[in-house]
């Protein structure tokens, strides 16, 4: 079992993490000031806000994230040590391009993920590189409105130029981005969604049709010249795209329930679309000119489009969401959706469902026939330590039973899906929240919420687990 891949001889297991979650270091080894330096620490119940400029009294936890700058060498023995065959880590623009529009290239930055990337091939790890997973110098904002403009395309082009150059033969499996798709999300967390994509606030904009319509246009098309450009530098280069997606069920059998369960679902796909089919999806058109948007598309566009179709498409799983067509008097979920009766939720109100990740593998095989690499999935926990271990069984749990789901999915259902990275394998800063409280690793990090703590590193009950079973897979 799990020896499918069209376009890898092997399943790959490992983990997923990112630059601005993990790394801290802010100001170090050349970095400039980037969005998510910006964001301070926040809470289930409280958001995270945005800052303009730097405070002294207010906590940002990406300032040190857990301290991977420094200690990535330790980190990835670590995961060498649970056997793990592929990381995916992403490359913080603003450690290439402080200001994202400088000249040159910062050395020091790219010496970093050459240091980085060395050290996962010492242990024969596939390194998996996202090349935007929320990290965008403040500049490109502050100079030219993020991907509200044409001109941001060119210079995230120009980086990806420079990184996959710089990291040819070294790096095969390259991401153009993390989630772009949650640029129209719904739910409560829309608007800090926006920000951690783009560096914008949508209340900002007069016009909020027009405003998602320029940035999905153009982070679209950025990813597909980057695509091509991946193809250019070295033909052996697989380059896909990471969508979060979250299936959506019908509340009843009604039909406008399904219906409208089909809707909420497809939300996330046009870019997608856009990616796998060779064009900007004509029905997306036909949507933004309904709202008053009309989207030019040149002909260098469609060009574009045409030559940079993805390789593979990577998807980020946590939960499933209910759609009704009329409105419930319940709490919406995270997504927009409602939460489903069947289901248990984890501490953050997300649902649990590995058959949900079944489903999802199969409606993306069937719609898209690529390979499919499960860049993320896992479950936040507030882990306790206890005479110095952690008995972490609701992770191994949770886990096992998706990876279940993903092996019936295989061999039963015949999706092509290559591999299976589970998020946070080491503890790290939470995207949404801020917390480090909510803890998704095998390893876990003694950092508190607050920033202190000595950093140190300890192996969960759910390390060992996930070693024994990577060794069980060696065998088969
Ligand atoms: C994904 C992001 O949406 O969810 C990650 O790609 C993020 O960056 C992950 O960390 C889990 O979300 P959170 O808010 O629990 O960190």
Not at 185 to 193: A, Q, V, W
Request: aromatic share 14%.
């Amino acid at each position: 079992m799990f020896n499918g891949g069209a376009i890898m001889k092997k399943f790959m297991w490992g983990g997923s993490i990112s630059a601005h979650q993990s790394e801290g270091g802010y100001q170090e080894g050349g970095k400039g000031p980037a969005i998510m330096d910006y964001v301070s620490f926040g809470s289930h119940q409280q958001m995270r806000q945005v800052y303009d400029e730097i405070k002294e009294d207010v906590i940002y936890p990406n300032h040190t994230g857990i301290d991977f700058y420094h200690r990535y060498k330790e980190d990835i023995a670590l995961f060498a040590e649970m056997g793990f065959q592929a990381l995916r880590i992403s490359i913080d623009w603003s450690r290439i391009y402080p200001q994202g529009d400088d000249e040159y290239p910062n050395q020091e930055g790219l010496d970093f993920y050459h240091c980085v990337i060395d050290e996962l091939l010492k242990y024969h790890i596939e390194p998996i590189v996202t090349l935007y997973h929320f990290e965008m110098p403040l500049n490109i904002v502050k100079k030219y409105q993020s991907w509200y403009n044409r001109k941001t395309v060119d210079l995230y082009v120009r980086f990806c130029q420079t990184v996959i150059t710089s990291l040819n033969n070294k790096v095969h499996y390259w991401i153009t981005f993390n989630e772009t798709n949650h640029l129209d999300l719904k739910g409560k967390y829309s608007n800090l969604f926006t920000y951690i994509l783009t560096g914008l606030k949508p209340s900002e904009f007069d016009n909020i049709h027009e405003f998602e319509a320029r940035l999905s246009y153009h982070m679209s098309l950025a990813s597909t010249k980057v695509v091509e450009l991946a193809h250019q530098i070295n033909p052996q280069n697989k380059v896909g795209c990471v969508f979060g997606i979250t299936p959506f069920y019908p509340k009843t059998c009604h039909p406008l329930d399904v219906m409208r369960a089909f809707q909420d679902m497809n939300q996330d796909l046009y870019q997608l679309d856009a990616m796998t089919m060779g064009y900007f999806p004509q029905y997306k058109l036909a949507e933004f000119q309904e709202k008053g948007v009309f989207i030019e598309i040149s002909s260098e566009d469609k060009l574009a489009f045409a030559k940079g179709k993805i390789d593979f498409i990577g998807i980020n799983y946590y939960c499933t969401e209910v759609s009704s067509h009329i409105e419930i008097d319940e709490e919406k979920a995270l997504f927009g959706g409602y939460s489903n009766p069947y289901l248990e939720k984890t501490a953050w109100d997300l649902t649990i469902d590995p058959v949900g990740l079944r489903y999802l593998l199969n409606y993306l095989d069937r719609k898209y026939h690529l390979p499919i690499l499960i860049t993320e999935n896992g479950i936040g926990l507030e882990d306790e330590i206890i005479d110095g271990k952690i008995h972490d069984q609701v992770r191994v749990d949770y886990l096992q039973k998706h990876i279940d789901q993903i092996q019936k999915a295989i061999e039963k259902d015949y999706v092509d899906c290559i591999g299976y990275l589970m998020w946070g394998p080491i503890d790290l800063v939470s995207a949404t929240s801020g917390e480090m409280k909510k803890r998704y690793g095998f390893i876990y990090v003694d950092k508190n919420d607050d920033g202190t703590g000595s950093y140190q590193r300890i192996k969960k009950d759910s390390f060992y687990w996930f070693k024994e079973f990577l060794k069980s897979k060696e065998y088969e």
